[in-house]
């Protein structure tokens, strides 16, 4: 009987070793097949535990038990990422940040809170409302000018190495979908721009934040967002769905992160709130859709 716990135990490590082994390996194919560039001025080290927060994405294995959670990722998590795998939330990140920059102490003092941003449509808006010196940003000896919406101009705080590895993952993904301009940019938002006016509406080109609305634990910070599926609603749907069906890692944590997120995402869906509307697959369909066209 000992014999055979004994030969249990090696063959379980032995399939954990193997199934580790692979994660790495898909994780280095990715890495090659990745678009990612690093702004010079970040240390080895740096880089390292940036893609060491992806790297984890792909030890996450998810494995959905019930029947309603089988039809939740088939109705909102496989529209969004393609797949039911963790590879294809890696895939949505790298097809959205291209630049991986490093802010400069600047920029560092205005933004003390922040883990991370993405200022690729910002720029990009800039170059339509004939702003050339202002939809450029440096990288390294380079002066790179955005004339595409999805840049992917992404900046990394100092912030975000102090996080924990769930808020970080999470936060990655979220920077992501700003470079989505869904419905294409509203050409009011052009005329403001070059007018130098404030106070334009972006729509769900960039998936901007709005001012969460008195009352809101966030009341008057441009953390909330009127849509389901902007940055917030998409990035705590990974959270949460990890949460529910991985089958080792911190659920809780990833459980926590998601209702943060999901408190920010104003407005009713069928009555209910969006996590109520979700899990009762009433939410309406994700649209992730990106196109650089100017529309009325
Ligand atoms: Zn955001």
């Not at 200022?119 to 800039?126: E, H, Q, S």
């Not at 992501?176 to 509406?201: E, F, K, M, W």
């Not at 709005?210 to 940055?231: E, I, M, S, T």
């Amino acid at each position: 009987m000992k014999r055979v716990c004994l030969f249990i135990v090696i063959l379980f490590s032995f399939v954990s070793i193997c199934q580790a082994q692979i994660a790495a390996s898909d994780f280095v194919r990715f890495l090659f097949q990745s678009q990612f560039l690093w702004d010079p001025n970040w240390s080895i080290q740096e880089r390292k535990d940036i893609l060491d927060v992806l790297k984890g994405g792909y030890e996450i294995k998810l494995n959905q038990s019930t029947p309603n959670q089988r039809a939740i990722y088939q109705t909102y998590f496989v529209p969004l990422f393609g797949t039911q795998r963790m590879t294809s939330v890696l895939k949505f990140f790298d097809q959205n940040v291209n630049y991986i920059l490093k802010p400069d102490q600047a920029q560092v003092a205005k933004s003390p809170f922040t883990l991370a941003d993405n200022m690729g449509i910002g720029l990009w808006v800039y170059h339509k409302a004939g702003f050339p010196s202002r939809s450029q940003f440096r990288f390294g000896r380079k002066v790179v000018t955005v004339r595409d919406s999805r840049a992917g101009v992404m900046r990394v705080y100092p912030r975000f190495f102090k996080s924990t590895w769930h808020v970080q993952f999470t936060g990655l993904l979220h920077e992501g979908v700003h470079s989505r301009c869904t419905g294409g940019l509203p050409q009011n938002v052009i005329d403001y721009v070059h007018n130098r006016r404030a106070g334009y509406n972006m729509r769900r080109c960039g998936h901007p934040h709005v001012k969460c609305p008195p009352g809101h634990k966030y009341q008057g910070l441009p953390a909330c967002d009127l849509h389901p599926w902007g940055a917030y609603g998409v990035s705590g749907f990974m959270a949460h769905m990890i949460g529910m069906a991985c089958e080792s890692c911190d659920k809780n944590s990833f459980i926590a992160t998601a209702l943060h997120f999901y408190d920010r995402i104003l407005g009713k869906y069928h009555g209910s709130d969006f996590v109520n509307a979700m899990i009762q697959l009433k939410l309406p369909p994700p649209d992730l859709s990106i196109t650089n066209e100017i529309r009325p």
